[in-house]
Antibody, heavy 125, light 108 residues
């Protein structure tokens, strides 16, 4: 059974760097895209970006381009989300999720079918 | 357009049927997926593509699409269905994905 396991909660200060991880267990890691999703306190889900671990092809939401870096190490089945200089506004829960794609009646549909448990990042100013 | 619009909150009586909608131009080109999100838990995929349910999702959850609107229907809502529900789809103008703002479902 596919499972994504994320690294633990982090408490950091503004200006510090951070790298959180998402490790696959149980499926062919480098044959699915893996996305990152943010949920700020009291707010909705926000798509951040996505990576194909097989070749590290990465796409960012315009809202997060230049703000974070998504990377992967397929040798250890792990995807990362990193910040070079955290801000208080980065305080949020971060989820990784596996993406699947289907085509039905010539129309494509995508879904995030397996999710990590989430990593809470708290940044103090 | 890169926006998906959902009603912020809806309520349903126990055992009754509720339909949550998600509107956006991108839904004319791509199917939506739907997620149930409860406090303290990771989001859970409940419906995707035309009307596909992952293994383990009750058949009271169903999906449909018409024009620029995707819908999630819960037929015979249960107390455990109380949660936030989000739609998601691919954006047509950029190579990325977008979530709707979410709908808080209350089961009375």
């Amino acid at each position: 059974e596919a499972q994504l396991v994320q690294s633990g909660a982090e408490v950091k200060k503004s200006g510090e760097s951070l790298k959180i991880s998402c490790k696959d267990s149980g499926y062919s890691f480098d044959s699915h895209w893996i996305g990152w999703v943010r949920q700020m306190p009291g707010k909705g889900l926000e798509y951040m970006g996505i990576i194909y671990p097989g070749d590290s092809d990465t796409r960012y939401s315009p809202s997060f381009q230049g703000q974070v870096t998504i990377s992967a190490d397929k040798s250890i089945s792990t995807v990362y989300l990193q910040w070079s200089s955290l801000k208080a506004s980065d305080t949020a829960m971060y989820y990784c999720a596996r993406q699947i794609a289907v085509v039905i009646e010539k129309t494509a549909g995508y879904a995030f079918d397996v999710w990590g448990q989430g990593t809470m990042v708290t940044v103090s100013s | 357009s890169s926006e998906l619009t959902q009603d912020p909150a809806v309520s349903v009586a126990l055992g009754q049927t509720i339909t949550i909608t998600c509107q956006g131009d991108t839904l004319r080109s791509f199917y939506a997926s739907w997620y149930q999100h409860k406090p303290g838990q990771a989001p859970l995929l409940v419906v995707y593509a035309k009307n596909n349910r992952p293994s383990g999702i009750p058949d009271r959850f169903s999906g449909s699409r018409s024009g620029n609107t995707a819908s999630l229907t819960i037929t015979g809502a249960q107390a455990e269905d109380e949660a936030d529900y989000y739609c998601n789809s691919r954006d047509t103008s950029h190579n990325h994905w977008v979530f709707g703002g979410g709908t808080k479902v209350t089961v009375l």
